[in-house]
């Protein structure tokens, strides 16, 4: 590991500050992602900001009935979270679906959104990637490529993004409140992270030290059902090879309602706003949901080795809403 | 770059400067001479090297000694302080080990499992079927030994002495 500086800020506002005036620094929240990358030599800050003590540690009901997570709650504390387990329970359900205890414990909720790719190459200095090192190449595309994207890919970067909390927090309409040398703002879930295009360098649309403080989680009556299905290559303690994360709201036989998100699939969670339209208003049929389904996949390419994640993402999104539709239809 | 850190290692507490790059496993290991905790990957990916960290179970090799400084560590070997924990007897009984070399890491991984569980904190196993969360209240995992897999998945041993480790386990949580 290279050396490098470590500094704790004691206050948001400092943090960014800190960040602001040196382009080659990073914040350290849990560092289950970045120490990992950093002895890996794949990320080379020269100063480390502590921000676990100048992030908020709690989980709020807001005056709307929403709920707000504080940046610096760990992974394990969210997932146990009354609120989010009887509102929200497919974020909960999301989160112990990844990593194990041990990383969930040290892992901070800003933190996960901003995992980088496990795509194999971006991890392995040796080897060209767009991502790494901007203008060398992408290794997968002519590589192991089973893990990558079927959708919103580029000529120049194919990687997924690994976080399964986004995905859930991409169906629920989340924001992300950050704060910036240039003030705070709010970005919604669904577009803090981006397609590769020809930039596959920026994970999602943050500023160099831009910090999230929280997210916000909007009130969503009809998530208390809601499901997260993980499919990958063992039962447990491994990415997803496609997920879905799903809220459905019944009335009269009819979808009067309806989110859906898939991971595993795409640079960014991939909000299937395509098939939500197509479902609602309708009967939740076996028929209905293989069209919108169909239809939310039909851009996917594949690549070498991965073309099965595309039935796989029509199977889980049919599988997924006939099973949290069983009882209401 | 050299920091000053106080570490709290099974009762004892140690004052000593490290580099910025020492992670908690190393501090361990190669400065404190506590050997319990085990460098398997050092990447966060067995968990070998799980130790109680301010009383939550952690990978140690990804935890930055500077980050941590004042707090509370708890490895395998500060469980028998006063005899062995009765989840380290109850994987002599059930003979939960082969080579032994990742059986630490379990040891202490499945003390706070049994802690976390006690306390209702779900696990993927807990979610079991679509619809409502899963209801509130201590997980019982005596009698689910799929709650105990899931909950020890970030542990592996590559003797796969699993077979054993669940019903050691069980025992503890039936007790």
């Known amino acids: 590991m290279r050396p490098f500086r470590y500094a704790r800020a004691t206050d948001p506002a400092g943090a960014v500050a800190l960040l602001a005036g040196s382009p080659q620094a990073a914040y350290l929240g849990g560092g289950t992602n970045l120490v990992d990358l950093m002895k890996l030599d794949v990320a080379r800050p020269d100063l480390l900001v502590d921000i676990r003590g100048v992030t908020s540690r709690s989980i709020e009901e807001l005056p709307d009935g929403g709920v707000r997570v504080g940046a610096g709650v760990s992974n394990s504390d969210l997932a146990a979270d009354p609120l989010i387990r009887h509102r929200y329970p497919v974020i909960a359900q999301a989160v112990v679906s990844g990593a194990s205890t041990q990383l969930r414990n040290l892992a901070t909720v800003g933190g996960n959104l901003l995992q980088r790719t496990r795509c194999l190459y971006f991890q392995d200095v040796t080897t060209p990637c767009n991502k790494r090192e901007p203008g060398t190449g992408c290794s997968a595309i002519d590589g192991h490529n089973r893990d990558l994207a079927v959708l919103g890919a580029s000529p120049d970067c194919i990687a997924t993004q690994p976080s399964d909390l986004a995905v859930a927090l991409a169906a629920m309409d989340a924001t992300v409140q950050t704060l910036g040398p240039d003030g705070g703002r709010n970005i919604p879930l669904t577009e803090l992270h981006r397609l590769p295009g020809a930039e596959p360098q920026a994970d999602n649309v943050l500023a160099h030290g831009e910090l999230i403080t929280a997210v916000d989680l909007p009130p969503l009556p009809f998530a208390t059902r809601s499901w997260y299905r993980k499919i990958r290559d063992r039962a447990s303690y491994a990415f997803a090879l496609v997920s879905v994360a799903a809220a459905i709201d019944i009335a009269d036989g009819r979808v009067r309602d309806v989110r859906i998100a898939l991971g595993g699939v795409a640079h960014k969670p991939w909000r299937a706003t395509r098939a939500e339209d197509l479902l609602r208003g309708g009967p939740v049929t076996e028929e209905r949901l293989h069209r919108a389904a169909a239809a939310e996949l039909a851009d996917a390419r594949p690549q070498s080795d991965n073309a099965f994640k595309i039935p796989l993402a029509r199977n889980a999104v049919v599988r997924t809403l006939l099973d949290l539709a069983a009882d209401t239809r | ?137 201590p997980v019982d995992l005596a009698a689910d030994p799929d709650e105990i897999r899931e909950r020890m998945s970030g542990n592996l041993c590559r003797c796969a002495a699993y077979a054993n480790m669940v019903p050691a386990i069980q025992e503890v949580a039936d007790s």
């Open chain 2, 1 to 137: 770059m050299e920091t000053e850190v106080t570490l709290r290692v099974d009762g004892v507490d140690h004052r000593l400067a490290v580099d910025t790059r020492t992670t908690l496993l190393d501090a361990l290991r190669e400065r404190l001479g506590n050997t319990s905790p085990k460098k398997g990957c050092d990447h966060g990916q067995c968990g070998a090297c799980t130790v109680l960290l301010d009383g939550q179970r952690a990978n140690s090799c990804l935890a930055l000694a500077v980050a941590h400084d004042g707090c509370e560590i708890v490895t395998a070997a500060g469980l028998a302080a006063d005899g062995l924990h009765p989840v380290q007897r109850a994987f002599i009984d059930h003979d939960a080990f082969q080579c032994g070399y990742c059986t630490p890491g379990q040891i202490v991984s499945a003390v706070a499992m049994l802690a976390e569980a006690a306390a209702g904190r779900p696990s993927a196993a807990t979610f079991d079927t679509p619809g409502d969360g899963p209801p509130d209240g």
